[in-house]
């Protein structure tokens, strides 16, 4: 599925000096159809009251679907940009870590879109996103 063989190494730099780097978000799997990361609840991610903030989570959906989308187009020809994003928040976290699975539900030569699941630390889920991202060329 993806264009090139990527690695963790590859991927986990891209977050330098951007907002994925800001929040703490750390790439962890690579797999055939799908791109796993996480993201820490804390002082970065949270909202007044305690608990992730709504747009962190989006965050890390859009950074999950935007670099698997990337990976999946020749980058010295094309570039993948964000077109819509929704989410819902199903359960709230207050520590830890969330990690959100990345999965493609359309991968075509126009336009993608991309599922993530977030889960929390003891594994129940937290929120779904969708995210559609446009391919262009350069």
């Known amino acids: 599925m993806w264009f090139e063989k990527y690695d963790l190494e590859m991927l986990n730099g891209l977050r330098n000096a951007n907002m994925a780097g800001h929040l703490g ?19 970065r991610t949270k909202q007044a009251f305690g608990i992730l903030h709504g747009g962190a ?10 670099v698997a989308a990337w990976m999946c187009i020749d980058p010295n020809k094309q570039r993948a940009v964000g077109v819509e994003i929704n989410a819902n928040h199903i359960r709230p976290a207050s520590e830890g870590f969330v990690t ?18 977030i889960f929390k630390d003891d594994g129940k889920l937290s929120c779904v996103s969708r995210l559609t991202v446009a391919i262009r060329d350069k």
Request: aromatic share 6%.
């Open 25 to 43: 978000i750390e790439f962890l799997e690579i797999g055939d159809d799908f791109l796993k990361a996480r993201m820490p609840v804390d002082e």
């Open 57 to 66: 989570s989006c965050v890390l959906s859009e950074t999950l679907g935007s």
């Open 100 to 117: 959100g699975i990345c999965k493609p539900i359309q991968v075509g030569r126009s336009l993608h879109i991309w599922n993530t699941e």
